[in-house]
């Protein structure tokens, strides 16, 4: 009877099969992915908040309280906020501006090109990834 060896892999096959010294690729259950639904629904009405919120006019700030707002309503909180001593509850970019731009005191002219990116975590802990 033959016995079968476990195959070694290289150092480069482990870095490919693990990021951060987790597997890549996390199966969810269905109670997960439910959650993971119920998340990213919060997380479209705050971003549809902001949105309806960004006028001329108006600062960066104002649209973060917005969103923030909806979070709190639904009883979420903000993934972004705090997150490696991150100050806002969302990112906001103007015109030149690449990406995670920290709301502030930008005042929104007509004809900005605004991007606005954000996350939200239900009280189970469940996290929506961030915003596209």
Do not use: W
Not at 32 to 54: I, P
């Amino acid at each position: 009877m033959a016995v079968r060896l476990p195959r070694r892999h290289s150092p480069i096959e482990r870095k490919l099969r693990m990021a951060f010294g987790q597997p890549r690729i996390e199966y969810k259950t269905n109670a997960q992915m439910r959650s993971m639904h119920e998340a990213g629904l919060v997380l479209s009405r705050a971003l549809d908040a902001a949105v309806a919120a960004a006028a001329p006019g108006k600062t960066t700030k104002d649209l973060d309280a917005v969103f923030a707002a909806v979070l709190k309503e639904a009883g979420a909180t903000s993934n972004f906020l705090g997150y490696h001593g991150f100050p806002a509850t969302i990112c906001t970019s103007v015109n030149e501006e690449v990406v995670h731009g920290i709301p502030g005191s930008r005042v929104l002219q007509d004809g900005d090109i605004l991007s606005i990116d954000g996350g939200a975590i239900l009280a189970a802990g469940t996290r929506t990834p961030p915003a596209l």
